[in-house]
């Protein structure tokens, strides 16, 4: 005190006027940083927007550049299916193979070579025009190690014998016998970059590792030397498209002279205001009512901590949403803390840099099999153990930062290993640098609403989705796309190399169910006179939280059905794909006289239907009726859906004057190509439903039940008229043959080298399907359980049976001690 005093007494002596002013000086300083704070985080929203619109636009002409190859790339498809060409792969001739590779090229534009080449006997050939590179080797190895097409990419680049590489395996999948390779001129994709919006900067470039990228294409018509990089991924290739964006621009506010003297008087306070802003960059970021994301400054004026303030934001900006305070979760700490590193991007796996770590302990703790097509699956305990979880949390994390994605949400289903297994997952997360977004115990459907709702585009639900109790998994989202195939395993290849970010995330809890209620109920409309009575089955498992919900708020009346959670499924498998499991709901329909039965699997992303008599409404006539609604509004669109549905499906979606597109089983599949082709709707026979138009375009079977009782509901006529009116067959469900995974693929190749179908039409997508005018029969190896999958149908009953007897006679062939399941 005696300080204080002996420091103020000068002051004491000065004359009022000029302490007063000294005080009005300091608040006008504060006041003036303040504006110029506020001002600042104004300007910057605004750039960010305008970043955020430049990057759609790149996206937009990136898909652009995708489509010149679109017609290439399904020649080849089809090439690789061409029952020629597994022929020639089959044990034929060099010389059987050249005729009719020169045949095959003559049908492809732009084409400089076209090679059929046996797996397994490929060397590097310098005398032909292109050459066969050690590149290409690669390229080939690579396509033979996945089970999605490779990666298209430019080869010898700026030399006389540069060009486009292109490979499709053969098959598309299980054992390849051999490969076919286009080398494509690079001209039509130069003349469409030329084509592309002339006021942009930009540049068409390929990665190289170690060294700088291969320019394709470039046209920078302004000079930028210091500009930021904006880029884009073209679909299905190796290549960005890249804006040149210049630089805010400096100097004065158009403001005046005024505001600048308030910024400079202000520097008398910007070391406190900066170390709050500091402070601030850590905190929970901020959604307006729209799902945008606001910080900082921004963030603190819309919470209204800053009264008088709001002025200065966008008219975009919009006030928080009231909700409940978030609570901090304590994370615990990774249990072996690797070395910091950068934070890297994803890259191409290497069989070297594999081979290097995979005696480490932390390798062998986690097994390859869990990383399946569609997303990691294992035992809780076994194969999915919490280190399993932790690590994958990191490599999920490590990516996620690597995308520029900060934020992840995270829910979980209702199974026993689950808590245990998401608070290892929130671990690994926060470690790799995450902030985490917890929504509880939810349906994975309102895991994949929250990522569009919150705007963070990235999430991970825990999840065993249709299998038993035993099981659990993860289904992922990063940056918009579900994972599955060689981004499931960049996973893995990301624990195997211990290649992760490192940081210090933050976790918050947030109810979300509500919101998801909410907006279905925007876009359904209200049944107010003739509700439909329905019961609702789901299996013990989470979607009961959720469905009945919806379907009350949608005014109809709900009986339920095994509604309560129990991660043990007491009742049955939750599993609507399988008759067995769907007998409850039949009994319980017609005992309560329902209009409608509806049944859930256990993440609430399948949807199974019967009617009032008690017959199974597969998921495959489900999409015919979907089909014809959607096409209605949008004629011409396109449907999606797997090689397990009925072929009538295509025969209604044309009729309707649809396009029709079969495609890979598999939810990350589907969705995929429903998003590379501009499909509006999709759908798998498992019962996984996709709805692009008015929804979001992922698999939901709670918004699919919502919109299926619209379409009952303005039919004016009884649910079972409806289904009755769509074509209908006699038709197997999904017969399961029991499998080892790891027998998978060889088995597989014997079927596809033994098969002997030669009036039928071949399909080779996804395992083998063979279609004749009045029957088909499909025989393809699970993603998610040991098994084979089968599937057979016919127009009567005597066409169902001969197609079985056809397989039953092949399969019998390769091993007859097979227990076939029909």
Not at 98 to 121: F, K, T, Y
Not at 234 to 255: F, K
Not at 500 to 509: D, I, N, V
Request: hydrophobic share 45%; glycine share 10%.
């Amino acid at each position: 005190m005696q300080n204080w005093h002996r420091l103020s007494a000068p002051l004491r002596r000065l004359p009022r006027s000029v302490l007063w002013g000294g005080v009005l000086l300091a608040v006008v300083g504060s006041v003036g940083m303040t504006l110029s704070t506020g001002y600042s985080e104004y300007r910057t929203a605004q750039a960010a927007a305008a970043a955020r619109a430049a990057g759609e636009r790149l996206k937009q002409l990136s898909g652009a550049l995708a489509e010149t190859l679109r017609p290439t790339q399904d020649l080849l498809e089809r090439y690789a299916q061409d029952p020629r060409v597994v022929a020639a792969l089959s044990g034929a001739t060099d010389a059987t193979r050249l005729a009719l590779s020169e045949e095959l090229v003559a049908g492809v534009p732009g084409a400089l070579r076209l090679r059929l080449l046996a797996a397994g006997s490929v060397e590097p050939d310098a005398s032909t025009h292109p050459p066969l590179t050690y590149a290409s080797i690669d390229l080939l190895r690579r396509a033979g190690a996945q089970q999605s097409p490779v990666k298209v990419e430019m080869q010898l680049g700026g030399t006389a014998d540069e060009h486009i590489a292109i490979v499709r395996r053969v098959p598309p999948v299980g054992t390849p016998i051999g490969f076919v390779y286009l080398a494509l001129s690079p001209a039509a994709v130069r003349e469409k970059f030329a084509s592309l919006d002339d006021s942009l900067p930009l540049e068409l470039r390929q990665g190289v590792t170690g060294a700088p990228p291969l320019i394709i294409a470039r046209r920078v018509t302004v000079d930028v030397p210091s500009a930021d990089l904006l880029s884009a991924i073209v679909p299905g290739t190796r290549w960005q498209l890249v804006l040149r964006v210049a630089p805010a621009a400096g100097g004065r506010d158009e403001r005046g002279s005024g505001a600048l003297v308030l910024g400079l008087l202000g520097v008398l306070v910007a070391g406190g205001v900066g170390a709050a802003l500091w402070r601030r960059r850590r905190a929970p970021r901020a959604h307006n009512a729209r799902g945008t994301v606001y910080a900082g400054a921004v963030r603190a004026i819309l919470a209204g901590e800053y009264p008088g303030l709001e002025g200065l934001l966008s008219g975009n900006a919009n006030p928080l949403p009231t909700r409940a305070p978030l609570s901090l979760v304590n994370v615990p700490p990774p249990s072996e803390p690797s070395e910091p590193s950068e934070p890297s991007e994803p890259s191409e796996p290497s069989d070297e840099r594999s081979a290097a770590v995979l005696s480490s302990p932390e390798v062998e703790a986690i097994a390859p099999v869990i990383f399946r097509g569609y997303d990691i699956r294992g035992v809780a305990g076994v194969t999915l153990t919490t280190h399993a979880v932790q690590q994958i949390g990191r490599a999920i994390g490590s990516e996620a930062i690597a995308l520029g994605q900060q934020t992840v949400v995270v829910g979980r289903d209702g199974r026993r290993s689950s808590p245990e297994l998401q608070l290892a997952l929130v671990a690994g997360l926060c470690a790799a640098g995450c902030d985490v977004v917890d929504i509880g115990i939810v349906p994975t459907p309102v895991l994949y609403f929250a990522t569009h709702y919150l705007d963070t585009r990235t999430g991970v639900m825990l999840t065993g989705s249709h299998n038993g109790p035993t099981y659990n998994g993860l289904k992922i989202v990063l940056n918009g796309a579900t994972l599955g195939g060689d981004a499931i395993q960049a996973i893995r290849q990301r624990i195997v190399a211990q290649a992760f970010s490192t940081g210090a995330g933050a976790c918050e809890r947030l109810d979300i169910i509500s919101e998801y209620i909410r907006r279905i109920s925007e876009d359904i409309p209200v049944s107010l006179s003739d509700p439909l009575k329905v019961v609702v089955d789901c299996g013990n498992a989470v979607a009961g939280l959720v469905v009945p919900h919806v379907l009350r708020a949608l005014g109809h009346e709900v009986v339920e059905l095994h509604c309560e959670l129990d991660g043990d499924f007491p009742n049955h498998h939750p599993d609507p794909s399988q008759p067995e499991n769907l007998q409850d709901l039949i009994l319980t329909v017609k005992h309560h006289h329902a209009d409608l039965g509806l049944a859930f699997d256990g993440d609430g992303d399948r949807l199974g239907v019967v009617d009032r008599q008690g017959k199974i409404i597969w998921p495959d006539r489900q999409l015919m009726l979907f089909a014809r609604d959607l096409l209605v509004r949008k004629p011409g669109a396109a449907v999606v859906y797997d090689v397990k549905c009925s072929r009538k499906l295509g025969e209604v979606i044309g009729a309707a004057g649809g396009r029709p597109i079969m495609w890979r089983s598999g939810h990350s599949q589907i969705k995929a190509h429903m998003q590379e082709t501009g499909a509006l709707l999709g759908g798998e026979m498992t019962g996984h439903l996709f709805f692009a138009e008015r929804w979001y375009g992922f698999d939901d079977a709670m918004y699919a039940a919502a919109r299926l009782l619209e379409i009952l509901l303005n039919s004016g006529g009884p649910p079972e008229a409806v289904f009755a009116a769509l074509p209908d067959t006699h038709a197997t469900p999904e017969l399961h043959l029991d499998m080892p995974e790891a027998n998978h693929a060889e088995f597989m190749a014997r079927v596809l080298a033994s098969a002997d179908f030669a009036a039928g039409e071949l399909t080779l997508i996804d395992g083998l399907r063979v279609d004749y005018a009045n029957r088909w029969g499909l025989i393809r190896p699970s993603n998610t359980t040991p098994c084979l999958v089968l599937r057979f149908e016919g127009d009567d009953h005597a066409a169902l049976l001969a197609i079985q007897a056809e397989f039953r006679a092949l399969l019998a062939t390769l091993d007859p001690s097979l227990t076939l399941p029909f």
